[in-house]
Protein backbone atom coordinates (compact mmCIF):
# COMPACT_ATOMS: atom_id res chain seq x y z
CA UNK A 1 0.00 0.00 0.00
CA UNK A 2 1.28 3.15 -0.93
CA UNK A 3 2.00 5.94 2.25
CA UNK A 4 1.54 8.90 0.93
CA UNK A 5 0.74 11.77 3.27
CA UNK A 6 -3.61 11.59 1.91
CA UNK A 7 -3.04 7.66 2.08
CA UNK A 8 -1.50 7.70 5.65
CA UNK A 9 -4.10 10.39 6.48
CA UNK A 10 -7.10 8.02 5.11
CA UNK A 11 -5.11 4.52 7.27
CA UNK A 12 -5.40 6.79 10.47
CA UNK A 13 -8.83 7.54 10.04
CA UNK A 14 -9.94 4.33 9.18
CA UNK A 15 -7.91 2.92 12.29
CA UNK A 16 -8.93 5.98 14.71
CA UNK A 17 -12.61 5.33 13.73
CA UNK A 18 -12.56 1.28 14.04
CA UNK A 19 -10.78 1.89 17.74
CA UNK A 20 -13.36 3.90 19.11
CA UNK A 21 -16.30 2.30 17.94
CA UNK A 22 -15.04 -0.72 19.36
CA UNK A 23 -16.46 -2.26 22.64
CA UNK A 24 -13.13 -4.46 22.86
CA UNK A 25 -9.76 -3.68 22.38
CA UNK A 26 -7.95 -4.30 19.03
CA UNK A 27 -5.03 -6.35 18.26
CA UNK A 28 -2.51 -5.35 15.12
CA UNK A 29 -3.97 -8.40 13.55
CA UNK A 30 -7.51 -6.83 13.81
CA UNK A 31 -5.89 -3.27 13.11
CA UNK A 32 -4.59 -5.13 9.48
CA UNK A 33 -8.16 -6.85 8.61
CA UNK A 34 -9.32 -3.39 8.11
CA UNK A 35 -7.53 -3.25 4.95
CA UNK A 36 -7.51 -4.81 1.72
CA UNK A 37 -3.96 -4.68 1.22
CA UNK A 38 -1.53 -6.02 3.11
CA UNK A 39 -0.28 -3.32 5.82
CA UNK A 40 3.17 -3.05 7.26
CA UNK A 41 3.60 -3.51 10.87
CA UNK A 42 5.95 -0.38 11.14
CA UNK A 43 3.32 1.91 9.18
CA UNK A 44 0.84 0.61 11.95
CA UNK A 45 2.84 1.52 14.39
CA UNK A 46 3.68 4.83 13.22
CA UNK A 47 -0.10 5.29 12.61
CA UNK A 48 -1.30 4.17 15.96
CA UNK A 49 1.42 6.77 17.98
CA UNK A 50 -0.10 9.53 15.20
CA UNK A 51 -3.42 8.77 16.63
CA UNK A 52 -2.27 8.62 19.85
CA UNK A 53 -0.23 12.44 19.25
CA UNK A 54 -3.04 13.34 17.86
CA UNK A 55 -5.60 13.15 21.03
CA UNK A 56 -3.02 14.53 23.30
CA UNK A 57 -4.46 17.11 25.63
CA UNK A 58 -8.29 15.34 25.16
CA UNK A 59 -10.52 13.80 27.56
CA UNK A 60 -9.82 10.26 25.72
CA UNK A 61 -6.17 8.53 25.21
CA UNK A 62 -5.24 5.72 23.40
CA UNK A 63 -3.61 2.60 25.24
CA UNK A 64 -2.13 -0.21 24.22
CA UNK A 65 -3.28 -2.77 27.02
CA UNK A 66 -2.46 -6.68 26.76
CA UNK A 67 -4.92 -8.07 24.21
CA UNK A 68 -4.55 -4.62 22.18
CA UNK A 69 -5.00 -1.17 21.52
CA UNK A 70 -8.40 0.75 23.11
CA UNK A 71 -9.08 4.29 23.71
CA UNK A 72 -10.34 5.21 27.38
CA UNK A 73 -10.96 8.15 29.45
CA UNK A 74 -7.97 10.29 31.54
CA UNK A 75 -8.01 9.31 34.68
CA UNK A 76 -8.13 13.00 35.48
CA UNK A 77 -11.93 12.33 33.94
CA UNK A 78 -12.69 9.74 36.04
CA UNK A 79 -15.14 11.64 38.94
CA UNK A 80 -17.27 13.39 36.25
CA UNK A 81 -18.39 10.34 34.20
CA UNK A 82 -18.97 8.31 37.32
CA UNK A 83 -21.81 10.83 38.02
CA UNK A 84 -23.14 9.17 34.92
CA UNK A 85 -23.47 6.21 36.44
CA UNK A 86 -23.10 6.15 40.00
CA UNK A 87 -23.79 2.72 39.84
CA UNK A 88 -21.11 1.29 42.10
CA UNK A 89 -18.42 -1.90 40.49
CA UNK A 90 -18.94 -5.17 42.50
CA UNK A 91 -17.14 -5.17 45.70
CA UNK A 92 -15.25 -8.43 46.14
CA UNK A 93 -13.87 -9.77 49.21
CA UNK A 94 -10.67 -9.72 51.16
CA UNK A 95 -10.22 -13.55 50.16
CA UNK A 96 -11.11 -13.04 46.62
CA UNK A 97 -8.42 -10.43 46.17
CA UNK A 98 -6.07 -11.90 47.91
CA UNK A 99 -6.40 -14.80 46.26
CA UNK A 100 -5.68 -12.75 42.81
CA UNK A 101 -3.13 -11.01 44.16
CA UNK A 102 -1.51 -14.27 44.25
CA UNK A 103 -2.23 -15.47 41.27
CA UNK A 104 -1.13 -12.24 39.69
CA UNK A 105 2.34 -11.77 41.24
CA UNK A 106 2.64 -15.36 41.73
CA UNK A 107 1.38 -17.50 39.12
CA UNK A 108 0.69 -19.98 37.46
CA UNK A 109 -0.11 -21.55 40.63
CA UNK A 110 -2.09 -24.81 41.64
CA UNK A 111 -5.25 -24.14 44.32
CA UNK A 112 -3.03 -26.03 46.93
CA UNK A 113 0.09 -23.83 46.59
CA UNK A 114 -2.47 -20.44 46.63
CA UNK A 115 -3.53 -22.24 50.17
CA UNK A 116 -0.31 -23.02 51.27
CA UNK A 117 0.29 -18.66 50.79
CA UNK A 118 -2.97 -17.94 52.19
CA UNK A 119 -2.45 -20.14 55.02
CA UNK A 120 -5.95 -20.84 54.65
CA UNK A 121 -8.54 -23.09 52.30
CA UNK A 122 -9.54 -21.38 48.83
CA UNK A 123 -13.22 -21.74 48.51
CA UNK A 124 -14.84 -23.04 44.99
CA UNK A 125 -16.90 -20.17 44.99
CA UNK A 126 -13.66 -17.93 45.37
CA UNK A 127 -12.14 -19.49 42.08
CA UNK A 128 -15.87 -19.23 40.31
CA UNK A 129 -15.65 -15.63 40.99
CA UNK A 130 -12.37 -14.96 39.92
CA UNK A 131 -12.95 -17.27 36.70
CA UNK A 132 -16.76 -15.57 35.77
CA UNK A 133 -14.75 -12.08 35.77
CA UNK A 134 -12.63 -13.90 33.55
CA UNK A 135 -9.48 -12.50 35.58
CA UNK A 136 -7.78 -16.63 36.15
CA UNK A 137 -8.15 -19.20 33.86
CA UNK A 138 -6.00 -22.52 34.10
CA UNK A 139 -3.18 -22.51 31.55
CA UNK A 140 -1.80 -25.74 32.24
CA UNK A 141 -1.67 -28.75 34.74
CA UNK A 142 1.57 -29.21 37.49
CA UNK A 143 2.60 -33.13 36.79
CA UNK A 144 2.20 -34.51 40.05
CA UNK A 145 -0.33 -37.15 41.07
CA UNK A 146 -4.10 -35.62 40.53
CA UNK A 147 -2.62 -32.93 37.94
CA UNK A 148 -3.49 -30.16 39.86
CA UNK A 149 -5.13 -26.92 37.59
CA UNK A 150 -2.42 -24.24 37.43
CA UNK A 151 -4.23 -20.51 37.59
CA UNK A 152 -2.99 -17.17 35.87
CA UNK A 153 -4.37 -14.21 35.33
CA UNK A 154 -5.76 -13.23 31.88
CA UNK A 155 -6.03 -11.11 28.99
CA UNK A 156 -9.03 -9.71 30.32
CA UNK A 157 -7.54 -9.05 33.73
CA UNK A 158 -4.64 -6.81 32.49
CA UNK A 159 -7.15 -5.14 30.30
CA UNK A 160 -9.01 -4.27 33.09
CA UNK A 161 -6.36 -3.06 35.89
CA UNK A 162 -5.07 -0.99 32.64
CA UNK A 163 -2.08 -2.84 31.64
CA UNK A 164 -0.01 -4.23 29.11
CA UNK A 165 1.74 -7.18 31.46
CA UNK A 166 2.09 -8.45 34.38
CA UNK A 167 5.70 -6.32 34.95
CA UNK A 168 3.49 -3.40 35.37
CA UNK A 169 1.94 -4.40 38.47
CA UNK A 170 2.79 -2.34 41.07
CA UNK A 171 5.64 -3.11 43.57
CA UNK A 172 3.98 -5.49 46.53
CA UNK A 173 5.14 -3.12 49.10
CA UNK A 174 2.70 -0.48 47.70
CA UNK A 175 -0.20 -3.08 47.59
CA UNK A 176 -0.67 -3.27 51.66
CA UNK A 177 -1.29 0.74 51.91
CA UNK A 178 -4.16 0.32 49.08
CA UNK A 179 -6.10 -3.00 51.89
CA UNK A 180 -8.78 -1.03 53.91
CA UNK A 181 -9.47 -3.24 56.83
CA UNK A 182 -12.84 -4.86 56.91
CA UNK A 183 -14.73 -5.60 59.70
CA UNK A 184 -16.00 -9.06 58.93
CA UNK A 185 -14.35 -11.08 55.66
CA UNK A 186 -17.09 -11.82 53.51
Known sequence: MQSSLHDRQHIQTIIETALLVSAEPLNLHD????????????LL??????IQQAWQGKGLELVKLASGWRFRARLEYQPYLERLNPEKPPRYSRAVMETLAIIAYKGPLTRGEIEEIRGVAVSTQIVKTLEERNWIEVVGHR?????PGLYATTK???DDM?????????????????????????
Open 31 to 42: LKKLFAEELRAE
Open 45 to 50: HEVLEA
Open 143 to 147: ETPGR
Open 156 to 158: AFL
Open 162 to 186: GLKSRSELPPLAELGQLIVPEVADQ
